[in-house]
């Protein structure tokens, strides 16, 4: 149970581009979901925190208007990255938690690329 | 605020050694907290998690950490190590005072299982 299904896995595409990343939990609600940012060889940076119909809760440094989440039902939200220039290119990964005090649990990634 | 610490970049252990991986943590509240392994360009998967109770906790894999209050530790430890353990382990925490289950991960350890 719990599984986080985050699509697409991989994306190539030109800069100036949109991209939108999917973050589906399978056999869950959650009220939750997270989106990290991952550089090569480094731990996860907190992106942002999507809550179930409200707007999403932005880290510091992160821009909102770059990085739009929508989380516009229990089981399904989305990151869109705006405008992508090459350094937006990265390991983006979303994470759902299905209570207060229970482990989050993490889509696959996406691997995003700007040429 | 909280903070983890993970003093090691890498493990290194031959196969069928014990495997530990150190992980320290400061918190306010009482701590939540979380190891999850991350393999090559995939998400991270859940292995075991202290909230309460026992200070020993048997998770996933054949895996187990201890919850030490006194040294604020929580080391994850493998009796017999096998070269499919190889991976990027990462500590995390969540303090009781924390909103929406946010957790703050640590660096990382990479652990090399040698045949």
């Known amino acids: 149970g719990a599984v986080v299904s985050q699509h697409p896995s991989w994306v190539i595409c030109k800069s100036g581009t949109s991209v939108k990343i999917e973050c589906r939990s399978l056999?869950?609600?959650?009220?939750?979901m997270f989106w990290y940012r991952q550089f090569p060889k480094q731990s996860l940076m907190l992106m942002a925190t999507?809550?179930?119909?409200?707007?999403?809760?932005?880290e510091q440094g992160v821009e909102k208007d770059k990085f739009l989440i929508n989380h516009a039902s229990l089981t399904l939200s989305t990151l869109t990255v705006t405008s992508a220039h090459p350094e937006d290119s990265s390991f983006y990964i979303c994470?759902?938690?299905?209570?207060?005090?229970?482990?989050?649990?993490f889509g696959d990634g996406t691997r995003l690329s700007i040429l | 605020a909280q903070s983890v610490a993970q003093p090691e970049d890498q493990v290194n252990v031959a196969e069928g050694n014990p495997l530990t991986v150190k992980c320290t943590y400061s918190?306010?509240?009482?701590?939540?907290l979380f190891w999850y392994v991350q393999y090559p360009n995939r998400g991270l998967q859940f292995l075991l998690k202290y909230i309460t109770g026992d200070n020993l906790v048997k998770g996933s894999y054949g895996f187990e950490a201890e919850f030490n209050k006194s040294q604020t530790s929580f080391h994850l430890k493998k009796p017999s190590a096998l070269v499919s353990d190889s991976a990027l382990y990462f500590c995390a925490v969540r303090g009781t005072t924390d909103s929406w289950g946010k957790l703050q991960f640590g660096a990382g350890t990479q652990v090399v299982v040698t045949p």
């Open positions: 999507s809550n179930e119909g409200s707007k999403a809760t932005y």
């Open positions: 918190v306010s509240g009482n701590p939540y």
């Open positions: 994470s759902a938690s299905v209570g207060d005090n229970q482990p989050q649990h």
């Open positions: 056999d869950f609600q959650a009220t939750t």
